[in-house]
């Protein structure tokens, strides 16, 4: 038996671990907390001027003059509802187009089998519901939905901001962003705190 045990502590090797090596969380950015819109506007437009990009605001409502303070110009929105609906309506007349010349032409009262006027209840329906499709899966997609987790998610205070309070995030991938001097620039937007948010 002690020979066992010597051999045991001779060829006895340090335990490897299988699992990953745990890595310290990485900063996502600052997030600040005001208490009203007007301070979430102000303090949105300062930052942007200051030369931010990658910044993302949070209201409990519809804000009036926050999307222009993050300067966001919506340029696609409107081009996927053009297209998509321009889309719809051709389908829809291809569609009766196709049936009623090629398919099945059917000679009624010696009207014309192209007879366009009887088109257009069906062309501009098609045309309006793909258009609202277009809009709906297209702002899904451009807004990174569904998203179930969040960075911001991982601050306990955001909890109200579906509620009462209104939120600033200046994420860490902006090329300005310096952790000090950023923290230092939301302080002086009157923030009511501000937050580290981690990934």
């Given at each position: 038996m002690r020979a066992a045990a010597e051999h045991m502590a001779v060829t006895s090797e340090p335990i490897q671990s299988s699992e990953a090596e745990y890595e310290a969380p990485h900063l996502y950015g600052l997030l600040a907390e005001f208490d009203t819109p007007e301070q979430l506007v102000r303090a949105t437009r300062r930052a942007y001027n200051a030369g931010y990009r990658a910044l993302d605001a949070y209201a409990p409502f519809p804000v009036e003059g926050l999307s222009d303070a993050l300067g966001f110009r919506p340029k696609a929105v409107p081009l996927i509802g053009l297209f998509g609906g321009m889309f719809g309506a051709v389908l829809g007349y291809g569609m009766q187009f196709y049936v009623h010349t090629i398919s099945l032409p059917v000679d009624?009262?010696?009207?014309?089998?192209?007879?366009?006027?009887?088109?257009?209840?069906v062309t501009f329906e098609m045309g309006v519901l793909f258009s609202a499709l277009s809009l709906l899966f297209g702002l899904l997609i451009l807004n990174g939905h569904p998203e179930p987790y969040h960075p911001v998610f991982n601050v306990e205070a955001f909890e109200r901001a579906s509620r009462d309070r209104f939120f600033l995030c200046i994420e860490a991938r902006d090329a300005r962003f310096d952790a000090a001097a950023t923290r230092q620039l939301l302080r002086d937007l009157d923030a009511r705190e501000v937050?580290?948010?981690?990934?």
């Amino acid at each position: 038996m002690r020979a066992a045990a010597e051999h045991m502590a001779v060829t006895s090797e340090p335990i490897q671990s299988s699992e990953a090596e745990y890595e310290a969380p990485h900063l996502y950015g600052l997030l600040a907390e005001f208490d009203t819109p007007e301070q979430l506007v102000r303090a949105t437009r300062r930052a942007y001027n200051a030369g931010y990009r990658a910044l993302d605001a949070y209201a409990p409502f519809p804000v009036e003059g926050l999307s222009d303070a993050l300067g966001f110009r919506p340029k696609a929105v409107p081009l996927i509802g053009l297209f998509g609906g321009m889309f719809g309506a051709v389908l829809g007349y291809g569609m009766q187009f196709y049936v009623h010349t090629i398919s099945l032409p059917v000679d009624v009262g010696g009207r014309p089998l192209n007879s366009w006027p009887a088109f257009i209840p069906v062309t501009f329906e098609m045309g309006v519901l793909f258009s609202a499709l277009s809009l709906l899966f297209g702002l899904l997609i451009l807004n990174g939905h569904p998203e179930p987790y969040h960075p911001v998610f991982n601050v306990e205070a955001f909890e109200r901001a579906s509620r009462d309070r209104f939120f600033l995030c200046i994420e860490a991938r902006d090329a300005r962003f310096d952790a000090a001097a950023t923290r230092q620039l939301l302080r002086d937007l009157d923030a009511r705190e501000v937050s580290d948010v981690l990934e």
